[in-house]
């Protein structure tokens, strides 16, 4: 047992699904069997399109789901799956173990309290740090993201933007945790304040062995920052691999398109402009979800669903990696093998 | 900076306010057509000499902007005439009403204002479960009963337990220690004040309920729970701090259900305030004392407005600093 | 928050869609349909009034404060006047002059708000200092003077209810109506050349009618409320039967020292169900349109956890 919690990565997302209660009794299934590991230091980032669940992901790592949500799969910390303990069983890992940047940190923090006073409150209910300690610790978190440590007595409203999703940062460090999800840390900030941002989360993974699960639908943030990248469709992962692998031999057509709507890496055009829509989640979906958008799509597309499995040596993988035929279940030592779920994909390795 | 222009504004905006309210008062009574005033045969104790002390009193003879000012000269001097019913000073009348009042009113008040909180705080953070459609729809019906109603309906169901009018047992000779009065007023006190309190809870609990809920629909609280905090931490340090902006808001602006809950229940309970003094003003056509207690009334709820404006200022850090 | 691209490029149908669709939403809930059917029932009741009422509310039909019988359902009051016959009759001209008064006040406010939204400038500077003037005047006071100087009659009751009511309907109606403005096809339509009536009745009046049939009806709740309290201080026409001066002559005629609640909760009772029915339907409907009402980051119960056994993935 111990030697399997000592293996064991650093999280370990396997089987993951997540549906919704909509009103009328209906059902939207947010998130497909999504898998994932992180291990310390590693960066990873989960792009795709607006709705396609990236956010939902994120969120159900932290067991942060609604009332109205049911959830299926396996999160487990350092080989413990938190999944059975419902909303107790993760509160004791939150901020301890996984903390997060949220999307549009805009709102994140609490408008009547001041920004050190909400950086300090996690610290002293898990205890990590408690008055004159926590003030300090405050301080030195402050001046980690770059703002002065004087600013601890301000309030959220008299913070720029950029400031703000800096102390958000600040504020996820503060029980100093092992895993870091970031939902779109730099959506709506300018050019310049993006790259800071971005340079940031890079250092503080290096410095602190900080494991970051990078969200975002901008692909040129990823290619920044991240050694891996998943690609997210309609609540499944189409495409797992290492940035610059999937950058010269993407397999799957609708990465292909995304690589091809981010002209320049650096830029911050949206993914938006792939021809076509999503499918209506609350539907189930048969077959491949990408069919009625692909351009690839032929036969077995209409009925098989496509599974997550790995590219040929050949076609993708620098030499000396596994074979085709084995199987995805067996524990790999490289995290980073390049996975795709697409019919078009296997049978063009076939020929 | 921005502190200092809120607190500006919002005292600009209550000495307008009385203004205008002194200005409806004026033009309500003067100018109006069928206007009090001129109509002195509707005023059935009307004798000729009174006749003639109105026309000096209200200065009928001269233009309507002279009259005006000189209306305004006389309030600066806190003068607002002498009622037509007692012949006493309006200001001593109102002035002794208003101390009957205000005890009344601000215990059923408080009470309210308790038992909203509490409720509506309770209904929110169960959102869904028994405990909230009970306290909903028990708010929703305390709502919806006419205060006549519920005072009526405590008169009926007390009777001969509780004393059901006035502020005190005229016949209670003897034993006139203060102790004795003090048992005695609120003995008195408990049925009004009980009838105020239920008429007024139920507009709380839902104000409160429904702020709460926007409240733990905001962000930050998603951001609270993914720090680890507990519920009744998250409940305690983050909901009902920022519910309380709103709460205050919406309860300054209820003030003028307060009124009403106020006037009604002391024409039921005979309790000798400013309600019942507005009330025997309209029978008997005092209209002196029907103005003066308009301006007193408003003038106290547009200060009582003015103290939410302060709260809002105290607990908003985004207009304090 | 992200997703920039639905909010601005949205088709004016959809748009128009999805607020209906709140009402639609709305039908569906219990809570606004119990209302709207105890609504209903009332208005029902008051327009065949005169068929419905057993006995006639002029003549007496049974002793002096006699207790609820078998031919007097809900007894008699201080004249032997069949009580549910004078809950019936009253209801009447009560929902009228609650329906009149509220229509008054929806003039008033519709137009203050519409025009301080769509307009805004200095037309809506004006218009809301006026607002925010009435809005602190406590209402029921001002009603008083003005009902007392112009003498009690229903129609003054109608006026006075009517001229105070439209506040908060201003209010909530120009902060819509601003954010409408600002949408896409208003601003086409514009540099199209269409008229300011023309956009408010085809473009600005749809999204905003939601809103206002709910604040009519909440409306409609605070005009019966307050007819009653007028009829009650001897403010109305003491001639008229109405649910207010009902109670307002039970008081008076020693209802309460004579133990005789059936005089008084009949009426009473009718006052609160309308309002109650009000209250339901109209705040469903404000509730379905207020997002912020839609998610709840803390709530008692815990999300749940499926499992997956014996089902493929392909399966779910
Ligand atoms: N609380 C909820 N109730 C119902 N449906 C939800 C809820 N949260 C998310 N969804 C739905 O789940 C799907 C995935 O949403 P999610 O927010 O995870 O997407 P995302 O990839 O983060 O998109 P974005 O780029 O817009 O942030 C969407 O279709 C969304 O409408
Ligand atoms: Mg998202």
């Not at chain 2, 007023?185 to 709460?212: D, F, Q």
């Not at chain 3, 409408?180 to 269409?194: C, D, I, M, N, P």
Request: charge should be negative; hydrophobic fraction near 50%.
């Amino acid at each position: 047992m111990t030697a399997d919690l000592a293996t064991a990565p650093l999280l370990e997302v396997a089987g993951l699904h997540v549906w919704f209660e909509l009103p009328g009794g209906r059902e939207l299934h947010a998130v497909q069997d999504v898998a994932l590991t992180l291990e310390a230091g590693q960066r990873v980032g989960l792009v795709g399109e607006s709705g396609s669940g990236k956010t939902t992901t994120a969120l159900t790592i932290m067991g942060l789901l609604p009332s109205s949500a049911a959830a299926a799969g396996r999160v487990a910390v350092r080989g413990e799956d938190l999944m059975p303990g419902l909303e107790n069983g993760f509160r004791s890992h939150r901020w301890t173990d996984i903390a997060m940047v949220f999307q549009g940190a805009m709102n994140a923090f609490n408008p009547v309290r001041t920004v050190g006073w909400q950086i300090a409150e996690p610290m002293i209910a898990h205890g990590t740090a408690t008055g004159s300690a926590a003030k300090a610790r405050v301080a030195e978190l402050l001046e980690l993201v770059g703002i002065p440590a004087a600013a601890a007595t301000r309030y959220p409203h008299e913070f720029s933007g950029g400031m703000r999703q800096r102390a958000a940062i600040a504020m996820a460090l503060a029980c100093e945790p092992k895993i870091l999800l970031a939902d779109e840390p730099t959506t709506a900030l300018d050019v310049m304040v993006q790259a800071q941002i971005l340079d940031l989360l890079t250092r503080l993974c290096g410095d602190l062995g900080l494991a970051l699960l990078l969200v975002t639908h901008d692909l040129g943030v990823v290619a920044q920052t991240c050694d891996d990248v998943a690609v997210m469709y309609a609540g499944e992962i189409v495409e797992r691999g290492r940035i610059d692998a999937l950058f010269h031999d993407a397999e799957h057509p609708y990465t292909r398109a995304l690589f091809a709507a981010t002209p320049d890496l650096y830029g911050d055009e949206p993914v938006a402009s792939i021809p076509g829509s999503p499918p209506d989640l609350a539907r189930p979906v048969v077959g491949c979800a990408y069919r009625p958008r692909c351009p690839l799509a032929f036969a077995p597309c209409v009925d098989v669903r496509p599974v997550l499995a790995p590219v040929s040596a050949t076609t993708a993988t620098p030499p000396g990696t596994q074979p085709l035929t084995e199987p995805l279940t067996e524990p790999s030592t490289e995290p980073a093998r390049h996975l795709v779920a697409c019919h078009a994909a296997s049978s063009a390795r076939a020929t | 900076m921005r502190g200092s222009d809120y607190l500006v504004k919002r005292s600009a905006f209550a000495v307008i306010t009385v203004f205008v309210a002194i200005t409806i008062n004026f033009f309500l009574f003067r100018v109006l057509p069928g206007d009090a005033v001129s109509n002195l045969a509707r005023i059935p104790t009307a004798t000729p000499e009174l006749r003639h002390a109105l026309r000096v009193q209200f200065g009928l003879d001269k233009s309507a902007w002279e009259q005006y000012w000189l209306y305004l000269g006389q309030l600066l001097h806190g003068n607002l005439g002498i009622s037509f019913a007692n012949q006493q000073p309006v200001r001593d009348n109102l002035v002794t009403a208003l101390g009957n009042t205000v005890p009344m009113v601000a215990i059923g008040t408080v009470v309210a204002i308790v038992i909203g909180i509490l409720t509506g705080v309770l209904s929110a953070v169960r959102r869904h479960t028994v405990a909230d459609h009970v306290s909903t729809n028990l708010a929703i019906a305390f709502y919806a009963f006419p205060t006549q109603f519920l005072g009526m309906m405590l008169l009926i169901l007390f009777a001969g337990l509780l004393p059901s009018a006035g502020m005190s047992d005229p016949f209670a000779l003897g034993d006139v220690s203060f102790g004795s009065h003090l048992a005695d007023l609120a003995k008195h006190m408990v049925l009004p004040a009980a009838t105020l309190a239920l008429t007024l809870y139920g507009e709380n609990t839902l104000i409160v309920r429904s702020a709460m809920l926007e409240t733990l629909g905001e962000d930050h609280v998603l951001t609270a729970r993914a720090k680890g905090l507990s519920r009744r931490a998250i409940i305690r340090k983050h909901a009902l701090r920022n519910a309380m902006l709103p709460t205050v808001t919406m309860i300054g602006l209820s003030l003028g259900s307060i009124v009403s809950g106020a006037i009604l229940i002391e024409v039921i309970f005979s309790w000798p305030g400013i309600g019942s003094a507005l009330y025997q003003a309209v029978l008997q056509r005092d209209y002196p004392m029907l103005q003066g207690g308009f301006l007193v009334i408003t003038v106290t709820v547009i200060l009582l407005n003015f103290v939410a404006d302060l709260a809002y200022f105290r607990l908003d850090p985004r207009i304090t600093s | 928050m992200s997703t920039s691209v639905s909010q601005v490029d949205v088709p004016e149908v959809e748009v128009q869609e999805g607020l209906w669709a709140a009402i639609r939403e709305v039908l569906h809930e219990r809570t606004a349909m119990v209302g709207l059917v105890i609504l209903a029932a009332f208005v029902l009741m008051a327009v065949f009034a005169p068929l419905l009422s057993p006995y006639d509310v002029h003549v007496a039909s049974c002793g002096v404060f006699d207790p609820p019988s078998a031919k007097h359902w809900l007894g008699c009051d201080d004249g032997g006047i069949d009580m549910l016959s004078l809950v019936i009759t009253g209801g009447r001209i009560s929902m009228i002059v609650g329906f009149a008064a509220t229509l008054v006040a929806m003039t008033i406010g519709g137009g203050v708000g519409l025009a301080s939204g769509y307009f805004g400038g200095w037309v809506d500077v004006v218009l809301m200092r006026i607002t925010d003037y009435f809005l602190v005047i406590p209402d029921l006071v001002l009603m008083i003077v003005i009902s007392a100087v112009w003498g009690p009659s229903l129609s003054h009751v109608v006026i006075v209810i009517g001229i105070l009511l439209w506040t908060s309907t201003a209010r909530v109606l120009r902060a819509q109506v601003k954010s409408v403005r600002e949408r896409v096809y208003v601003k086409r339509a514009q540099s199209l050349g269409a008229s300011h009536l023309r956009i408010i009745v085809r473009h600005v009046l749809p999204q905003v009618g939601p809103l206002l049939i709910a604040n009519t009806v909440l409306t409609i709740a605070v005009a019966v409320f307050d007819e009653t309290a007028l009829a009650f201080l001897g403010l109305s026409d003491p001639t008229a039967t109405t649910w207010g001066t009902v109670m307002e002559h039970a008081f008076d005629r020693t209802a309460v020292s004579a133990g005789a609640w059936w005089a008084i909760v009949p009426a009473g009772v009718s006052v609160a169900l309308v309002i109650m029915g009000c209250y339901l339907f109209g705040q469903s409907i404000e509730d379905a349109l207020n997002p912020r009402l839609k998610v709840a980051h803390l709530s008692p119960r815990s999300w749940r956890l499926r499992t997956l056994v014996g089902r493929g993935p392909d399966a779910l």
